[in-house]
């Protein structure tokens, strides 16, 4: 993104990405690892266009600094799928690099299985990235709507994310958020990988990144779902490509029973389930696709079809995938799409239509509507911080964590970073997350007039106790919609 952050601090070296897309950036080799080239020109330019000059529809998705909404280019009528980012708090939570990254990545990839990027643009506010529009939607949402997919219907979409994830690891590239939720249909129906954010350029890779543009250096920093996340990573062990993998074969066992396999009533107890490898195969799953998810999810990463010395012929050539023609994938005919009831049209039109006023950071205009936004992505956030065994000590037996986010406690005189830990019990405090000290415990009811919460922002919220205590908080991962709704939820249990 060109002068994303301009005069925010964060710029430097961004600012200077497309001033001129017709010039090649000479760029200094400084680092060694991941190719950095010393000339570089985007394919997708920077336009200058304005948030005006589309006719803005339906709320693709909502993440912790961006949302995609279907658009509508007013001049010729060309549709994308617009993903708008808030710069300041790209700035404020040091996402640049991360947003660089997907940008120049998304930029080089070129594959029918991963979504394009046509342009960028930007105004004082946001970040703007056209995308190609997957009209068919998630994969996600035709689970829900079959209840489960048959088994040629997983084969199939199951051979084209494969097909998608040995072009990226191909490349030197970790995706690191394998889901239903990412993976796009087409109008015909075929699968297009989608949400690079999270992408890791391994050392080898052919991708070129530009200097400052790139993710963790360690490759071991907790990114994905819950849900999804391979056992290494929980064990802070560097990224691979066997972390796709496994999430592959997360989703495939999703795709067959509805259900993710490690599914249970808390990031805790999913994070448990996964290090113990407690995996419970439905009784209708073939033998073949039984053996194949048994296989994508061990323990051990280089043992993952895909990821050994046999690479992706191993995977290819798994009994379950018999009868895939994959030379040409793309050419066979998709499962048939099972549409979005007349009814849930009608209502997605009237709460998810965008309008301007909700681009850029509108000193919180758009917070009436971040409720209902927040709250029907609850479930598909994620933390690891709810599995880190320094938290235990205070629980009591048996108790499990609801939620948990690393804010920050709003004082007079200064600000401190607390862990606020809410529990099954329910019980909910903030620690010390250097000294491991209990720092308060805020006494539960399930009375709202003695316990209650009131939200200021998406990332601002007070916690009022009686008699008349009031306790401010700031969660950077803009969660305090959630909060609310999960206390309150639990009051009302």
Known sequence: MAEMV???????????????????????????????????????????????????GKIYGVGSYSKVVRAKKKDTGNIYALKIMDKKFITKENKTSYVKLERIVLDQLDHPGIVRLFFTFQDSFSLYMALESCEGGELFDQITRKGRLSENEARFYAAEVVDALEYIHGVGLIHRDIKPENLLLTTEGHIKIADFGSVKPMQDSKITVLPNASSDDKACTFVGTAAYVPPEVLNSSPATFGNDLWALGCTLYQMLSGTSPFKDASEWLIFQRIIARDIRFPDYFSAEAKDLIDKLL???????????????????????????DWKNLRGQTPPKLALQSSVAEANNGQVSKWNHSHVGDNDGSDNATSSSEATSHVTRLASIDSFDSRWQQFLDPGESVIMISMVKKIQKLSNKKVQLILTDKPKLIYVDPTKLMLKGNIIWSDNPNELSIQVLSSSHFKICTQPKKVMSFEDPKQRAWQWKKIIEGLQNR
């Open 6 to 56: 301009e005069g925010e601090g964060e710029g430097e070296g961004i600012g200077e990405m497309e001033k001129d897309v017709d010039s090649k950036l000479r760029i200094q080799n400084n680092n060694v690892g991941v190719p950095r080239s010393k000339s570089f020109a985007f394919r997708a330019p920077q336009e200058q266009f304005t948030i005006k000059d589309f006719e803005l």
């Open 298 to 324: 061990d323990m051990n990463p280089s043992k993952r079809p895909g990821a050994g010395p046999d690479g992706y012929t191993a995977l290819k050539m798994h009994p379950f995938f018999e009868g895939i």
